[in-house]
Structure formats: structure tokens, C-alpha cells
């Protein structure tokens, strides 16, 4: 079982800057790859990053490359995604998700690879 808790989401104007975090616990985090999703309203989810248990290897939705970037801390148990040039069509709930199943990383994954989810933090880019 892994627990996952997401912060630092909030209301920030177009072009602004977000750090979210991601504190898990449960089996050793450096075991398990890390991803973040988003849901905007009325949307499906989509991919947004993924990050390799050592953290080396990073894969970025099209739509998020060049502005955000993911890392992890395994010594703190915490995968970050900090936003960079925010947009309004980045308005969404966002959520990071432990992937226990894939060995190793070799591109973006799918959310049906991953079967632990934290409850979300809203993320507003207001124009």
C-alpha cells in the first residue's frame, strides 16, 4: 500500500510559476517510478510527467515540454513538479501516481500502469 499526498497547488496569473509536491509513503520509494497527471474540467486525464526510480531518466507530455520539470527526492520520500510559464489551459487538478509494476523506464506511460493515486490539488492560471 502506498499513501500519496499532494501540495502546492494554488491560483497564480499566466506566466507565473508552481511547485507541487508529492509525499508518499509505504514501500521504498526508491523502487517505484513516479508520475503526475491532470484532469482539467470536462477533459480526460492526461499525462504529464514521469520520473525513473534514480530520478536520471525523465519523460514530459508534449504540451508541458520546455516549462515543466519533475524530480524526486528518495532520501525525502517526494517527487516534485515545478510549472514554469503557466498558461490558463494548464488549469486543472493535478495528481502524482506510483507506478510499483514497470522495471524500468523506457518512455511516458499510461495511467492504467499505475495503481496508487494521491487525492489531487488544484492547480488555477487565471488570465
Known amino acids: 500500500q502506498v499513501q500519496l499526498v499532494e501540495s502546492g497547488g494554488g491560483l497564480v496569473q499566466v506566466g507565473g510559476s508552481l511547485r507541487l509536491s508529492c509525499a508518499a509513503s509505504g514501500p521504498t520509494f526508491s523502487n517505484i517510478i513516479m508520475g503526475w497527471f491532470r484532469q482539467a474540467p470536462g477533459k480526460g486525464r492526461e499525462f504529464v510527467a514521469v520520473?525513473?526510480?534514480?530520478?536520471?531518466?525523465?519523460y514530459y507530455g508534449d504540451s508541458v515540454k520546455g516549462r515543466f520539470t519533475i524530480s524526486r527526492d528518495n532520501a525525502k520520500n517526494t517527487v516534485y513538479l515545478q510549472m514554469n510559464s503557466l498558461k490558463p489551459e494548464d488549469t486543472a487538478i493535478y495528481y502524482c501516481a506510483a507506478d510499483l509494476r514497470t522495471r524500468w523506464l523506457l518512455g511516458p506511460t499510461p495511467d492504467r500502469n499505475y495503481d496508487y493515486w494521491g487525492q489531487g490539488t488544484q492547480v488555477t492560471v487565471s488570465s
Open positions: 520520473i525513473s526510480k534514480n530520478g536520471i531518466a525523465t
